[in-house]
């Protein structure tokens, strides 16, 4: 049986987020410049989203670009955002024909005009699409994105719209960039590192963690599927017992 035919219809992951990780070892294994790693990770990000929306994965969250990424050397920061202008450009036209709906989460304010131009107008153009829902985490942190959210709930304190007792839950939730989404179901990240680096504290409390070593570049449909059927044959528990679990699946 092939990966795909394995894959279980009914147990799909609702929210799958990517730390896609690895382009500038991938490139340096070849001799070439970090950016060359960044330019062939396109083909995977393309190949992921049309993965995950053959499979019926409601929403997918790559993380692209980290508030701490500003920190790298000018020029390869440069070359990430024009990267991202032209993958826009070049991808609208597939978003399209596979019915994805984009959006981005992140400090948008800190991107390159240009940048943030190209990108409402592709969010725009696929406003109406009802497919996966792609969204791009660019000059993102969940720190960034949790202190933004305190401070507008603490405003609505000072305004008296709020009263303290009344913050709960779904109220942080509701002030999160991520507001529309349910729940990280699955966390894949590539190339071998085994850390969050500042993606989706919150939304992360009970994903399921899968680390592989192929690195970004090289991560294809296979590599997708088999992070899925590795996450299928889990348990999610949720806190309770294994027992508590059967009885609830036997119903
Ligand atoms: C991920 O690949 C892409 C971004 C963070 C923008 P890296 O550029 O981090 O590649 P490595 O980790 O140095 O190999
Ligand atoms: C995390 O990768 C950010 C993205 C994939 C966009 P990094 O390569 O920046 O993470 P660290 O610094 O190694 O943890
Ligand atoms: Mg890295």
Same mark, same amino acid.
């Given at each position: 049986?092939?990966?795909?035919?394995?894959?279980?219809?009914?147990?799909?992951?609702?929210?799958?987020?990517?730390?896609?990780?690895?382009?500038?070892?991938?490139?340096?294994?070849?001799?070439?410049?970090?950016?060359?790693?960044?330019?062939?990770?396109?083909?995977?990000?393309?190949?992921?989203?049309?993965?995950?929306?053959?499979?019926?994965?409601?929403?997918?969250?790559?993380?692209?670009?980290?508030?701490?990424?500003?920190?790298?050397?000018?020029?390869?920061?440069?070359?990430?955002?024009?990267?991202?202008?032209?993958?826009?450009?070049?991808?609208?036209?597939?978003?399209?024909?596979?019915?994805?709906?984009?959006?981005? =989460?992140?400090?948008?304010?800190? +991107?390159?005009?240009? %940048? *943030?131009? $190209? @990108?409402?107008?592709?969010?725009?153009?696929? !406003?109406?699409?009802?497919? =996966?829902?792609?969204?791009?985490? +660019?000059?993102?942190? %969940? *720190?960034? $994105? @949790?202190?933004?959210?305190?401070?507008?709930? !603490?405003?609505?304190?000072?305004?008296?719209?709020?009263?303290?007792?009344?913050?709960?839950?779904?109220?942080?939730?509701?002030?999160?960039?991520?507001?529309?989404?349910?729940?990280?179901?699955?966390?894949?990240?590539?190339?071998?590192?085994?850390?969050?680096?500042?993606?989706?504290?919150?939304?992360?409390?009970?994903?399921?963690?899968?680390?592989?070593?192929?690195?970004?570049?090289?991560?294809?449909?296979?590599?997708?599927?088999?992070?899925?059927?590795?996450?299928?044959?889990?348990?999610?528990?949720?806190?309770?017992?294994?027992?508590?679990?059967?009885?609830?699946?036997?119903?």
């Amino acid at each position: 049986m092939s990966l795909i035919e394995q894959i279980d219809k009914d147990r799909v992951p609702e929210h799958v987020a990517v730390i896609m990780d690895g382009n500038g070892r991938w490139a340096k294994q070849k001799s070439m410049p970090r950016v060359f790693g960044h330019k062939n990770g396109v083909k995977a990000v393309r190949s992921t989203i049309e993965t995950a929306g053959e499979i019926g994965v409601k929403a997918l969250t790559l993380y692209a670009f980290s508030t701490e990424n500003w920190n790298r050397p000018k020029l390869e920061v440069k070359t990430l955002m024009s990267l991202l202008v032209s993958s826009l450009k070049n991808e609208v036209k597939n978003l399209q024909k596979n019915n994805v709906k984009l959006q981005a =989460i992140g400090n948008l304010n800190l +991107l390159p005009e240009k %940048a *943030r131009k $190209e @990108l409402n107008e592709v969010i725009n153009l696929t !406003s109406n699409n009802s497919g =996966i829902i792609l969204t791009l985490a +660019l000059s993102y942190g %969940a *720190r960034e $994105e @949790l202190t933004q959210a305190f401070q507008k709930i !603490s405003q609505k304190i000072v305004n008296k719209e709020l009263m303290p007792e009344e913050i709960t839950e779904k109220v942080i939730n509701n002030h999160l960039y991520t507001f529309t989404l349910p729940d990280v179901d699955l966390l894949i990240r590539t190339s071998g590192e085994q850390r969050i680096s500042n993606f989706l504290l919150w939304q992360i409390a009970y994903s399921e963690l899968y680390f592989t070593d192929v690195l970004w570049p090289d991560f294809g449909k296979e590599d997708f599927l088999k992070a899925i059927l590795n996450y299928q044959n889990r348990e999610r528990r949720f806190g309770k017992t294994s027992e508590q679990i059967e009885k609830i699946d036997n119903e």
